[in-house]
């Protein structure tokens, strides 16, 4: 039997994180592994949950830091994010898809459509509400062949952030010296390294860094 997939829930409102967390402790493919509001130790006690997906309030993330997402993915790069409770508005749907969410839910999102939503995540899959796909076809679509990231994105799958860590390795940055130049800690880097090595099937940061080269898009 497979085992269940973790979740924490990142929310403000009290009674939002009890009623969605009574909700999954009673799916038997579900395991919550902790709840809070944003405070200074969030990431860290997300990270500590060890838990697979992410389930983030829209008004948490917005109010206390639009760049909240972007951050927690920089701790814990594995992390699945579910953004719930947004504006139907293009604008801050596609900026939660260039910050790395993979589901997000409107705010005329029912507690059925968040756990619809986390088992499709837990699968593999990306949730994007129906009314807004058209917009993200739109987008992608104005992007462009020759637009370097989107294309390391495409044949690498390496993030925006990844591509950034691997032209910092070809210019013979150490971990140490990337982590104080982009203000993250040593071990987020080490963990982003670790990462890219397997998405890229190399052996060591310098292997990496020929492979994105030899794709024609590093310089």
């Not at 939503?117 to 990306?126: D, K, L, N, Q």
Request: charged share 25%; with cysteine; aromatic share 4%.
């Amino acid at each position: 039997m497979k085992e269940a997939s973790t979740i924490f829930l990142l929310a403000e409102n009290r009674l939002l994180r009890e009623s969605l967390s009574r909700l999954l402790r009673k799916k038997s493919d579900i395991s919550v592994a902790g709840e809070c509001g944003q405070t200074a130790g969030a990431i860290h006690q997300i990270s500590e949950s060890r838990c697979e997906i992410l389930l983030l309030d829209e008004a948490t993330n917005s109010r206390t830091n639009p760049n909240l997402v972007s951050q927690i993915l920089d701790a814990i790069p594995d992390l699945k994010i579910i953004l719930i409770g947004m504006d139907n508005d293009e604008e801050s749907f596609l900026q939660a898809v260039r910050n790395g969410a993979v589901g997000i839910l409107v705010r005329e999102a029912s507690a059925m459509d968040v756990l619809a939503a986390v088992r499709a995540v837990a699968r593999g899959e990306a949730v994007c509400p129906t009314q807004l796909t058209l917009c993200l076809f739109r987008y992608f679509a104005k992007q462009g062949q020759g637009v370097p990231y989107f294309r390391t994105r495409a044949e690498l799958g390496l993030t925006r952030r990844q591509q950034e860590l691997v032209s910092f390795v070809a210019k013979g940055w150490t971990n140490k010296e990337i982590a104080s130049a982009l203000h993250l800690s040593e071990q987020t880097i080490k963990n982003h390294m670790h990462r890219i090595l397997r998405q890229v099937n190399a052996e060591n940061r310098y292997e990496a860094v020929e492979t994105v080269r030899a794709s024609g898009l590093l310089a």
